[in-house]
């Protein structure tokens, strides 16, 4: 299609021809409308400069907020890192303190666990240089007299009798399942050795032994001729030969070695204390007796058994040139690495002392060790029963 080609008659005569568009308002509000829209141009290219410079300000602003944002961002950055540094070294000092601590305790908790399981009675290599002095000494319910060893130090080389005197007070209270009444001593009686024999002095009547049997008194005093070496006890009443025992009288009591006895255990479950071993105060005719009688309670007397149901003792021998009893146990007994089991181990070998012998050797324990008891080797008798520990 050929392109028009205009001027300005042709475009004159267009616009002619066009519709006429006539305008009906006032003069005087198009000239309002004129100055109007002049002024808000004018308006416009006057403030322009002056939004260009607030704008200005704000970018300066914002880069200058971020620029110090930063500067603290890495101050704090810093200050993290720093936080950080000792946070981590707190807590590598508090690794460090629990680990020692955890190691104390796990120390503490296995020294427990091995002191659960440690003997009570005084051995051989206990004593070294030390006295051994066993005083004894009636339980919270007079009924039974309970050996209680301390080792000690003689350093001025006193006699076993003035040691065994000059400790006597210290054992009051020793121990909670122990009566505070200690029948034989210098409180109330008035002691003298004389050709190895104990003069014992009263100046009153002991109508509290009227209810005791005559094993339990003569327990009481053989124990403490034994211990101190002496050959008799003679009593007195205010110079007077002979003493008034609630219903009867005595004068003189001779040592007989204490021998032949089967150990039980006195328990207390309030005091929390471990079990102290027992004697009876009567002898057996043979250590198998010995050992079956140790299989129960003795309930009138508040004593339980000290060999357990788990442990059966099928038979038992000697190898008299070492002094040694052969203990062989059945296919049945089970013994365990538990209180119990290391009660009756001591118990059993407490009552072979009491038979002369030196030495125990278990058979067939299917368990290598109780404790300190190496079941696998011979066994040393204890020197003395229950070991306690005295202030001095």
Known sequence: MPKRKWNDEKIKQTLKQLPSIKDERNPEFIYHTI????????????????????????LLFIIS??????????????????NSAIMKAKISDEAEKNDIQNFDFANQQAEMASSSLAPTAIYQEDVGNYEVLTYP??????????????????????????????NVNKMIGVNKQLSNYFPISPELFTYHLSDNNIEVDTKQELTNFGSHSEGFFNTLVQQQLQTIGAKKMVFY?????????????????????????????????????????????????????????????????????SIPNTIDIDKVSEDEKKGQLIVHLSNESKMEEDQKTLYAIESILLTAKDFKYSTVKFENTKVEAVGEFQLTKELAVPVAANRVDIKE
């Open 35 to 58: 100055q109007m829209k002049k002024k808000s141009v004018r308006r416009t290219r006057v403030s322009m400069p002056i939004l260009a410079t607030v704008c200005t300000m704000i």
């Open 237 to 305: 009443t205010d110079g007077k030969l002979g003493v008034k025992l609630g219903n009867r009288k005595e004068t003189t009591i001779e040592f007989k070695p204490l021998e032949k006895r089967a150990y039980f255990l006195l328990e207390d479950d309030e005091s929390m204390q471990r079990p102290l071993y027992v004697p009876w105060e009567k002898p057996y005719d043979t250590i198998e007796n010995a050992f079956d009688a140790m299989e129960d309670d003795i309930e009138t007397h508040g004593l339980t058994a």
């Open 137 to 166: 000494i009636p339980d919270e319910n007079i009924q039974v007299i309970v050996p209680v060893s301390i080792l000690v130090e003689n350093p001025n080389h006193l006699s076993k009798f003035d040691l065994y005197v000059q």
């Open 65 to 82: 907020q971020s620029f110090f944002d930063n500067n603290e961002s890495y101050d704090s950055e810093s200050k993290v890192a720093d």
